[in-house]
């Protein structure tokens, strides 16, 4: 029991920051019907702007050495410097790799992602070689028990922050202007184009958002795990899309929930005992990790390819 | 006569190389109800995508309150005061009734003058009031119809657009369309109507304009045009 309720706490630490990045995934999704494969490398990119920030402008080494207020500016100001950094890489992206191609056959965009995606992890390999990279400790790290359960500091930072942006972004699409923007320009672009809309303009701040709430996740990323890799964002990228598929691609709540779950899954696969399996199928759970989070996507896909919570509405002409 | 506010001088518009419209020469003055008729596939639509920068003509001009329109955006478009309902209505079916009224009001800022034209929406269309809460994309053809209406007046045009409201609705809701119409009208609104029932058009038009292939080949008033012989043939069905 107590093993299962520490596989749940992590399980829910790891999916939150697939439910960040699934965010993105499904946000730009709704609104252009692409699946944007580059995301996940945004996603890296703000490991990579997080590291960057803790060793080269924060000199960072050793963290118990450092004040508490200095601490909490370290960690505020890179986390901000990740989702600016990501938001104005995804804009960028939008604009250079998919908005030339709107009007294009889809296939066009969905290659032009992929080379993005490319591009950007050469460009990271480039910058922090092929190897993974550790970072410092950006917290003491502190160890809590609630009854058997071990949870520390990082854990809840990762979920505070992860329940901040997914709470501000569901507020933001739901009541607010530009959230109403965004999503009259997924239902019928040019019927938002009629009502005054800007739509290249709703498209980019999409991008924007999405993007930024990767660079969040980068950040957090790094904190809980102490270390990226310049392909990390592939990996963890397919783990978010699955989350999206999962939750209902366009779908914001499906991709938070499909975050969630994948990562319990992938965490709960691990009680799959180390022990000989027949067929001489590898044992231990964190082999199967991988297998069954993709059985999963294509299940999902060959039963109810609209997820968890997404709905074809009847939509009467 | 008052002034001109909507102008099409010689407009081509194609469809790759297919040309649609062949040299439109049309224009809409304030307080008129003007109507533009036409079989399927004349270019009643294309000739308002042409307006509202959706497709872009190739040739001509087009000017609004003596601007020209024909090299802007949509979303620039309907800022200088012009709206339109578009064909199959076009509600965002996923949003609600309230939220769909909101984002007919979306170039606008003044929130207090946004809830009082919400609540004279209401009052011309009844039914949209009782739905605000419910999600567009279920309400009957009749109530998304008017809802398109609704919509388009929340951004307070000068000008009204209409491409074939009628389509899809019973004798009676049709009536009712018509009527609000002519009430939007007597509101200041001057109305672009675009329409097959060439009947129920005629009957509430000022001026009409025929359109048969691409071409205009008949403009005159809505009482010549419901004498002329063609028309009587081709679109109310008489002899």
């Known amino acids: 029991m107590t093993l299962f309720l520490q596989l749940i706490v992590e399980g829910l630490v790891i999916g939150s920051i697939y439910s960040l990045v699934a965010l993105g995934y499904t946000m730009v999704y709704g609104i252009i019907e692409l699946i944007n494969f580059a995301h996940g490398d945004i996603f890296m990119m703000g490991t990579l702007v997080s590291l960057f920030m803790v060793t080269n402008v924060f000199h960072l080494t050793d963290v118990s050495k450092m004040s508490l207020g200095g601490m909490l500016?370290?960690?505020?100001?890179?986390?901000?410097?990740?989702?600016?950094?990501?938001?104005?890489?995804?804009?960028?992206?939008?604009?250079?790799?998919?908005?030339?191609?709107?009007?294009?056959?889809?296939?066009?965009?969905?290659?032009?992602?992929?080379?993005?995606?490319?591009?950007?992890?050469?460009?990271?390999?480039a910058i922090i070689g092929p190897n993974p990279v550790a970072a410092p400790y950006l917290v003491p790290l502190v160890h809590y028990s609630i009854g058997s359960v071990d949870i520390t500091n990082t854990d809840i930072i990762v979920l505070v922050v992860a329940l901040v942006l997914m709470v501000g972004l569901q507020w933001?699409?739901?009541?607010?202007?530009?959230?109403?923007?965004?999503?009259?320009?997924?239902?019928?672009?040019?019927?938002?184009?009629?009502?005054?809309?800007?739509?290249?303009r709703v498209i980019a701040i999409t991008f924007l958002i999405g993007a930024g709430i990767a660079g969040a996740g980068g950040f957090v990323f790094l904190l809980s795990t102490n270390n990226t890799v310049f392909n990390i964002g592939f990996e963890l990228g397919l783990f978010a899309f699955t989350a999206a598929v999962l939750g209902g691609i366009g779908n914001l709540v499906g991709a938070m929930l499909g975050g969630l779950v994948i990562g319990l899954i992938r965490a709960l696969v691990t009680y799959i005992p180390d022990r000989d399996l027949p067929f001489g199928l590898p044992h231990g759970g964190v082999a199967w990790q991988d297998a069954v989070v993709f059985a999963i996507l294509i299940l999902i896909l060959v039963f109810r390819p609209t997820g968890l919570l997404g709905q074809q509405l009847a939509e009467k002409v | 006569m008052n002034e001109v506010m909507l102008q099409l001088e010689h407009v081509d518009t194609f469809y790759g190389p297919i040309q649609v419209l062949?040299?439109?020469?049309?224009?809409?003055?304030?307080?008129?109800?003007?109507?533009?008729?036409?079989?399927?596939?004349?270019?009643?639509?294309?000739?308002?995508?042409?307006?509202?920068?959706?497709?872009?003509?190739?040739?001509?001009?087009?000017?609004?309150?003596?601007?020209?329109?024909?090299?802007?955006?949509a979303s620039d478009i309907v800022r200088l005061g012009l709206a339109l309902v578009p064909e199959a209505r076009r509600i965002f079916p996923r949003m609600t009734v309230l939220e769909n009224l909101q984002m007919g009001a979306y170039t606008r800022t003044n929130k207090a003058e946004i809830e009082q034209d919400l609540d004279h929406v209401c009052q011309i269309f009844p039914?949209?009031?009782?739905?605000?809460?419910?999600?567009?994309?279920?309400?009957?053809?009749?109530?998304?119809?008017?809802?398109?209406?609704?919509?388009?007046?929340?951004?307070?045009?000068?000008?009204?657009?209409?491409?074939?409201?009628?389509?899809?609705?019973?004798?009676?809701?049709?009536?009712?369309?018509?009527?609000?119409?002519?009430?939007?009208?007597?509101?200041g609104v001057t109305i672009f109507l675009v329409e097959q029932n060439a009947s129920m058009a005629l009957s509430l038009a000022d001026r009409g304009y025929v359109l048969q292939t691409g071409k205009i080949v008949l403009s005159d008033t809505a009482a010549n045009l419901l004498q002329n012989d063609l028309v009587r043939q081709a679109y109310l069905g008489g002899s």
């Open chain 2, 22 to 73: 062949h040299d439109i020469n049309l224009e809409v003055r304030r307080g008129e109800i003007v109507c533009l008729l036409g079989a399927n596939a004349a270019g009643k639509t294309t000739t308002m995508k042409t307006i509202f920068g959706l497709v872009r003509p190739r040739r001509g001009r087009i000017t609004f309150d003596g601007q020209r329109i024909d090299n802007r955006p």
């Open chain 1, 172 to 200: 933001l699409v739901t009541s607010t202007r530009i959230g109403r923007a965004m999503r009259a320009v997924a239902q019928d672009r040019e019927a938002a184009a009629l009502m005054g809309v800007n739509v290249d």
């Open chain 1, 73 to 125: 500016v370290m960690l505020i100001v890179t986390c901000l410097a990740s989702i600016v950094i990501c938001a104005l890489l995804g804009v960028l992206i939008e604009r250079i790799a998919y908005r030339p191609l709107r009007n294009a056959p889809r296939l066009a965009p969905l290659i032009s992602a992929i080379g993005v995606s490319l591009a950007l992890e050469d460009i990271a390999k």
């Open chain 2, 127 to 187: 039914r949209i009031k009782e739905r605000l809460k419910q999600i567009a994309g279920t309400l009957s053809g009749g109530e998304q119809q008017m809802l398109a209406m609704a919509r388009a007046l929340m951004s307070r045009p000068r000008m009204m657009c209409m491409d074939e409201p009628s389509m899809g609705l019973s004798p009676l809701l049709v009536e009712t369309v018509f009527e609000t119409i002519v009430r939007i009208r007597s509101e």
